[in-house]
C-alpha cells in the first residue's frame, strides 16, 4: 500500500529575517519640485522602514517625471531590476500600480521577473503585494487601468497640440539650421543666415547637392560638416520662407508611445508667416522643381519599357550617359551627371519623340547622299590604305575569289530563274558555293582582326550591305533599322544630335 506525506511549505525567509528594501518613484521633471519630492519620499521610505526593525533601506530608485509606458525609458527603473538580479533586493515598496507602470503587458512581466529573482513588490495604495498568489488578476486590472489613464491622457495631449496647430499657436520645440529659438520663437541667426543662402545660390546655380556640401565646407567657415543629406533637409525645409508645416510626425494612441513619420495617416498643417523668412519664395520654389525634375529619372526609370535608345546615348558636353525622365507623362532623355558627380553639365534634355523624329531625319539624309557619305568613304579609305601598304596577298586573293564565287552565284540564281537548271543541281552549285563564302569570310576577319584601318573598311562594307536590304526613306522611327546601324547617340549643348554609325560615320542635326 502507498503512502503519501504531505511536507508543509516553507518560508523563504523567517519573521525575524531582515528583508533589504528598495523604494521606486518618480519625480517632477521640474527641478523645484524635484527636489523636494525627492527629498520628500527618501525621508518618508526611511521613516516607513525605521518603523520596521526588520527591514534595511537598500536604495530609492527615482526616475524623472517622463513617461510611465515603456520601462526602456526609465534608466533607475532598469538599474533597480539589475540589482534585483543581482540578489540585493528582497522587497520593492511603490506607490501605486500607476507609477510602477502605466503599460498592462509591461507591468505584469516585470512582475513576474522580479518574482523569479525572488523580489516581492509591495503597492501601498492600491493594497496589492505580489508575494500573495492570487494579487497578480487584482494587479493586472488595476495596471490595465492606469494604461487607459496613459493613452487617455496622451490624447488629452495630442488634442490640445492639434487645437493650437489649427488656430496657428503652436510653437515649435526646436530650431533648424540658420535659426535660434528664443521665447518659442524663431529669430534668424547671423552667423548661419549667409550659408544657407548660399546653399540655395549655388544649387540653383547648377551645382549638384554633393558639390555644394563641397563648396560649403571648402570656403565657409561653419561649426559643421556637410553632406549631401544635410544639403537637401536645408534645401527642402519650408521654414527657411517663413512658412512652418506641422505635424509632420505623429504619435499613435497605441502603447509603446513611438512617434511615426506622417504618410498622410494624420492631417498636416501648413502655416504662412509665421517667422521671419531668410530665403525668397521664388527662390525656395525653383529649388522645389529642380529637386523633383533631378528625382524623376530613378523614379520612374524602373517603369519605363525597354527603348532602341537604352545605353546608346551620351552627352557631348561631359561624357556621361543620358538616363530617362518622365515629366507630365512624356518621355525625355537627360545627363545623369548633375546628380551623381559633383560636377556641372550643359547638356541639354531632349523629348524621346524629338530623338526619333531626328534619327529619321538623319537617315534619310544618309540615303540621299549615300553614294557621297558611303560608297565615296569607301573608295577614298580602299585608295588610301592601297598607297600607304601593299594590301595583304593572301587578303587580296581572298577578295578576288569572294568576287568570282559571288559572280557565280548570281549567274545561277539567273539560270534558276530562267528555268534553264534543275532544283536539285541549283541547291547543289548554290550551296557549295555559301558554304565557301562563308568559310573565306571568317578567314578574312581573321586575317583583319588586327589591321585598324581594314576593320574600318570592312565596317563600311558591313554598313552597305545592310542600307541595301533597308528602306529608301523612312516616314517614321524604325526600331529595326535604328538598332542595324547606330552604334551610339551624343547630345551636345546648342541642341544637336550626333548618330554614330557602327562604321564610325557621323551624322549630326538639329532639334
Excluded at 562594307?461 to 526600331?479: C, G, H, Q, T, Y
Amino acid at each position: 500500500m502507498k503512502e503519501v506525506q504531505v511536507i508543509n511549505p516553507k518560508l523563504n525567509k523567517k519573521t525575524d529575517d531582515i528583508l533589504r528594501v528598495a523604494a521606486y518613484c518618480r519625480v517632477s521633471t521640474d527641478s523645484d519640485d524635484q527636489m523636494n519630492s525627492f527629498i520628500a519620499q527618501v525621508k518618508y521610505y526611511n521613516d516607513f522602514i525605521s518603523r520596521n526593525k526588520n527591514m534595511v533601506l537598500v536604495d530609492i530608485y527615482a526616475d524623472e517625471g517622463i513617461t510611465g509606458t515603456c520601462a526602456e525609458k526609465r534608466d533607475e527603473f532598469l538599474r533597480m531590476v539589475a540589482d534585483a538580479k543581482k540578489g540585493k533586493i528582497d522587497r520593492i515598496i511603490v506607490k501605486s500600480v500607476s507609477r510602477f507602470a502605466r503599460n498592462a503587458l509591461e507591468c505584469i512581466e516585470n512582475i513576474r521577473l522580479l518574482k523569479s529573482y525572488g523580489t516581492t513588490v509591495l503597492f501601498e495604495n492600491d493594497n496589492i503585494d505580489t508575494e500573495t498568489m492570487n494579487s497578480e488578476m487584482i494587479l493586472y486590472v488595476k495596471s490595465a487601468f492606469a494604461q487607459s489613464e496613459a493613452m487617455a491622457g496622451s490624447k488629452r495631449v495630442s488634442t490640445a497640440v492639434r487645437m493650437r496647430m489649427e488656430r496657428g499657436e503652436f510653437k515649435t520645440t526646436t530650431a533648424p539650421y540658420g535659426y535660434d529659438l528664443i521665447d518659442g520663437n524663431l529669430v534668424p541667426n547671423e552667423e548661419q543666415l549667409p550659408i544657407v543662402q548660399r546653399i540655395f545660390k549655388e544649387y540653383l546655380s547648377g551645382n549638384g547637392m554633393t558639390k555644394v556640401a563641397e563648396i560649403i565646407n571648402e570656403e565657409e567657415q561653419t561649426d559643421r560638416v556637410w553632406d549631401k543629406t544635410a544639403v537637401q533637409y536645408v534645401l527642402k525645409n519650408e521654414k527657411y520662407i517663413g512658412d512652418s508645416l506641422w505635424q509632420k510626425s505623429y504619435t499613435p494612441h497605441i502603447l509603446p508611445f513611438k512617434k511615426h513619420r506622417n504618410r498622410g495617416q494624420v492631417e498636416k498643417f501648413y502655416v504662412t508667416n509665421t517667422h521671419q523668412g531668410i530665403v525668397s519664395k521664388e527662390d525656395f520654389k525653383l529649388v522645389q522643381e529642380k529637386i523633383a525634375v533631378a528625382n524623376e529619372p530613378n523614379k520612374s526609370a524602373k517603369r519605363i519599357s525597354h527603348t532602341p535608345f537604352d545605353k546608346k546615348i551620351y552627352c557631348g558636353d561631359c561624357g556621361w550617359s543620358y538616363g530617362k525622365i518622365k515629366s507630365s507623362g512624356e518621355l525625355y532623355w537627360g545627363c545623369i551627371h548633375d546628380e551623381l558627380s559633383s560636377g556641372k553639365c550643359e547638356g541639354p534634355n531632349i523629348k524621346h519623340e524629338i530623338l526619333e523624329k531626328c534619327f529619321v531625319r538623319a537617315y534619310n539624309k544618309l540615303r540621299l547622299y549615300e553614294s557621297e557619305i558611303v560608297d565615296k568613304t569607301l573608295s577614298q579609305l580602299i585608295a588610301i590604305r592601297t598607297s600607304i601598304t601593299s594590301m595583304n596577298e593572301e587578303i587580296s586573293s581572298i577578295n578576288r575569289e569572294i568576287a568570282i564565287l559571288s559572280e557565280q552565284n548570281s549567274m545561277y540564281n539567273e539560270l534558276k530563274t530562267k528555268n534553264i537548271i534543275d532544283d536539285v543541281s541549283y541547291y547543289e552549285k548554290t550551296t557549295a558555293i555559301m558554304n565557301r563564302l562563308n568559310a573565306l569570310r571568317d578567314k578574312r576577319l581573321k586575317l583583319i582582326a588586327d589591321d585598324e584601318d581594314e576593320m574600318i573598311i570592312e565596317k563600311i562594307r558591313k554598313l552597305k550591305s545592310v542600307l541595301e536590304k533597308s528602306p529608301a526613306s523612312l516616314f517614321e522611327f524604325d526600331d529595326k533599322c535604328f538598332e542595324m546601324i547606330v552604334e551610339k547617340v551624343y547630345i551636345f549643348p546648342g541642341n544637336k544630335v550626333v548618330f554614330e554609325l557602327f562604321a564610325g560615320i557621323r551624322l549630326g542635326v538639329d532639334f
